[in-house]
T-cell receptor, first 112, second 110 residues
Framework: EAQVTQNPRYLITVTGKKLTVTCSQN?????MSWYRQDPGLGLRQIYY???????DKGDVPEGYKVSRKEKRNFPLILESPSPNQTSLYFC???????????FGPGTRLLVL | DAKTTQPNSMESNEEEPVHLPCNHS???????IHWYRQLPSQGPEYVIH???SNVNNRMASLAIAEDRKSSTLILHRATLRDAAVYYC???????????FGTGTRLTIIP
């Protein structure tokens, strides 16, 4: 089944403890992206990648890192999480030049 | 990015058509109009998109005004499973980025 998977789905952590949220897609898509969703603010793009080893900042990249070593994986790294990074995170992917983006199920993160 | 304006919320009766409006008065000639929806506790899901002509697919229809400054997403026969937040998004040609607003929360009344 074609899908975007995220792990973990739920995570509670403490300030300053490094964490990684994984994103994987099995559709051979070039484009991948991370969004965060906060009440009243909608979804905002954090980082995106047009292909392997090609990443760029979105609208709210501060406090996040990403890597794209393989086409299927696009992990989101929080080196030193802070409470303002408590949010619902979504990964998305799409082929270049296609109109549809496919979203993962989301990862709910709570930073204490 | 050009901005879209949608009502915060709408209600509709089950099995009746639903018309969800979107205003985008600053749309440029190369902007596509996309609609996504987000069901409770799920990620956004693509619904439909168009450029100038009206579009139909298995999920919905998209009616685009002649001047392209507004559009309407039409669900022909709403079911309870259509209860979701619907986002109208403008996406430039060749631009992969989706800029989400706050959308319209659609409630379906049984």
């Amino acid at each position: 089944e074609a899908q975007v998977t995220q792990n973990p789905r739920y995570l509670i952590t403490v300030t300053g403890k490094k964490l990684t949220v994984t994103c994987s897609q099995n559709m051979n898509h070039e484009y991948m992206s991370w969004y965060r969703q906060d009440p009243g603010l909608g979804l905002r793009q954090i980082y995106y990648s047009m292909n392997v080893e090609v990443t760029d900042k979105g609208d709210v990249p501060e406090g996040y890192k990403v890597s794209r070593k393989e086409k299927r994986n696009f992990p989101l790294i929080l080196e030193s999480p802070s409470p303002n990074q408590t949010s619902l995170y979504f990964c998305a992917s799409s082929p270049l030049e296609e109109e549809t983006q496919y979203f993962g199920p989301g990862t709910r993160l709570l930073v204490l | 990015d050009a901005k879209t304006t949608q009502p915060n919320s709408m209600e509709s009766n089950e099995e009746e058509p639903v018309h969800l409006p979107c205003n985008h008065s600053t749309i440029s000639g190369t902007d596509y109009i996309h609609w996504y929806r987000q069901l409770p506790s799920q990620g956004p899901e693509y619904v439909i998109h168009g450029l100038t002509s009206n579009v139909n697919n298995r999920m919905a229809s998209l009616a685009i005004a002649e001047d392209r400054k507004s559009s309407t997403l039409i669900l022909h026969r709403a079911t309870l499973r259509d209860a979701a937040v619907y986002y109208c998004i403008l996406r430039g040609f060749g631009n992969e980025k989706l800029t989400f607003g706050t959308g319209t929360r659609l409630t379906i009344i049984p």
